[in-house]
Structures are given as C-alpha cells and as structure tokens.
C-alpha cells in the first residue's frame, strides 16, 4: 500500500519560515519524480516546486529565491523549506509521487501565514 504523509504545516506569521516534510512507503521512492502542489482557500491547485531523481529541481517562478525543495532518497522523504512567508502562501500543501506510469497524492497538510 501507497502512503505519503505531509507534515510541518502550521500557523506562522508573516516572513516566518516553515519546513514542511513528505515521508513516502510502499514506492521505491529513488526513481520517482516528487512535487509539491498547494492549493489556496477558493482556488485550484498548483505546482510550487518538484524534483527529479537526481536531484534537478524545478520552481513556479513566483516561489523561486523563497522555497526550496529537496530530498533524501535514503530516509524516503522530501522536503520544501518555505521563507518569508506572506499570507498569500496560505493554502494547503501537498505532496506528489510520479513516475511514467503511476501518479500518488498524499492528504495534505495546512499552512497558514497570519499576524
């Protein structure tokens, strides 16, 4: 059984930084694609960043210089570190597993950015 698991979110205030981590099981995670979507209250989701294996990474240019995700192959897990945070980064985060062939989603997990 697939699982990924979201963690780290939380409530912060304006420029404050949050690391957010995605732990995956029953995926040979090594070969898989790994992104993080975020979706804000109202809206669609949307791609923030992703990493391939190897470890090229990719961002929407809005996040870039701000996010940075990464991952270790070893522990199974990626990671966005998120800085200076506005409350336009409120939204709900999540992680995917993709390969050429099957596309995982994990529950998500909440961030939001308030004084």
């Known amino acids: 059984q697939v699982q990924l698991v979201e963690s780290g979110g939380g409530l912060v205030q304006p420029g404050g930084s949050l690391r957010l981590s995605c732990t995956a099981s029953g995926i040979r995670f090594s070969v898989y694609t790994m992104g993080w979507y975020r979706q804000p209250p109202g809206k669609q989701r949307e791609l923030v960043a992703s990493?391939?294996?190897?470890?090229?990474?990719d961002y929407v240019d809005s996040m870039k210089g701000r996010f940075t995700i990464s991952r270790d192959d070893a522990l199974n897990t990626v990671y966005l570190q998120m800085n200076n945070l506005t409350p336009e980064d409120t939204a709900i985060y999540y992680c995917?597993?993709?390969?050429?062939?099957?596309?995982?989603w994990g529950q998500g997990t909440q961030v939001t950015v308030s004084s």
């Open positions: 990493i391939i294996s190897g470890g090229s990474t």
């Open positions: 995917r597993a993709g390969s050429y062939d099957s596309d995982y």
